[in-house]
């Protein structure tokens, strides 16, 4: 018996998904080398002083990585439609399917992946004219609105522009923006010197600079012994929180991400290291850290019970 339609329609997206989800990473793969060069080129521009041009060009690496993650989104809407395969032979679009599915045919025409433009062929026969037109056209708002910004074409803002500057210069170690010294002022009056006159200034200085003198090591002995007392034990004494804080990866919407708790910023920590385990000592034979008791304690235990 020849299989339905409907199974083998579901038979040809997952040959094509797999395709297109191959082809999304080795894309992926291949925008992060390239974005790798370019920020080089533009550490160097920095560090010339080409400003101006390292500002219009990073705007080929900002573009860039927005469709380096407009390509993962699209890959994850693949898997998820591979996942829920079975869901297509329904003769309408399953809810938990529907935002996959036209957000692959809102974004495949825009996008240079082959593998999608057959995928979206695919659910276009399955679904009809009118649910591919009102995927396009975004009517009901079904479409992921991060593949809307992706696709939107908009300069970026100053702010991610000098974001990705700051970045690139720190990554490379180019001091930019170059920070200038700081004016420090005149000197107070104390540390002027005085005229013969009034001696104060040198007396003082005398003072400070008295020797050490070789009898007193017992007592700075003792009182180092104090301050070591009340010194505050180092934060990996003791058992460490389980607690391990990683900051997510940068990305167009969040160039410097950090990790807040009740407005107060935290750090990336490190793992701790693992405490060693204390052994046990050996219990004593025939005692009661022993499974079975010998025979002597069960007959004393007897006699206890007859009395």
Not at 82 to 109: F, H, M, N, Q, W
Not at 115 to 129: D, M, P, S, Y
Request: glycine share 4%; aromatic share 4%; proline share 9%.
């Amino acid at each position: 018996m020849p299989p339905s339609p409907s199974h083998a329609l579901v038979a040809k997206i997952k040959v094509q998904l797999k395709l297109a989800i191959a082809r999304l990473r080795m894309v992926q793969k291949r925008d992060e080398a390239l974005s790798k060069n370019q920020r080089r080129v533009m550490a160097q521009l920095l560090e010339v002083g080409k400003i101006e041009s390292a500002r219009i060009r990073v705007e080929n690496i900002i573009r860039s990585d927005i469709t380096t993650e407009l390509h993962e989104i699209l890959e994850l809407y693949c898997e998820l439609v591979l996942a829920r395969a079975g869901l297509l032979e329904a003769p309408t679009c399953d809810p938990g399917l529907e935002e996959a599915v036209k957000s692959i045919i809102y974004a495949a025409p825009k996008t240079e992946i082959k593998e999608l433009h057959a995928v979206r062929v695919i659910l276009a026969e399955k679904f009809g004219k009118e649910f591919v037109l009102q995927a396009m056209e975004n009517s009901d708002g079904k479409v992921s609105e991060k593949v809307v910004k992706k696709l939107s074409v908009t300069p970026p803002k100053e702010e991610l522009i000098v974001g990705y500057l700051e970045e690139i210069a720190k990554a490379y170690g180019v001091n930019w923006p170059k920070k200038a010294q700081e004016d420090l002022g005149d000197p107070p009056p104390d540390f002027l010197d005085d005229d013969d006159e009034n001696p104060s200034g040198g007396q003082a200085k005398k003072n400070l600079e008295a020797p050490l003198i070789a009898d007193e090591g017992k007592d700075t002995e003792v009182e180092a012994r104090a301050e070591l007392s009340k010194a505050t034990p180092p934060k990996s004494f003791g058992p460490a929180s389980p607690l391990h804080i990683n900051p997510p990866s940068p990305s167009t919407d969040n160039i410097h991400p950090k990790v807040t708790l009740n407005s107060v910023e935290l750090k990336p920590t490190k793992k701790p290291a693992s405490a060693p385990v204390a052994k046990k000592p050996p219990a004593a034979k025939g005692g009661i850290a022993d499974g079975i008791p010998d025979v002597d304690e069960l007959a004393k235990r007897f006699a206890a019970l007859k009395r």
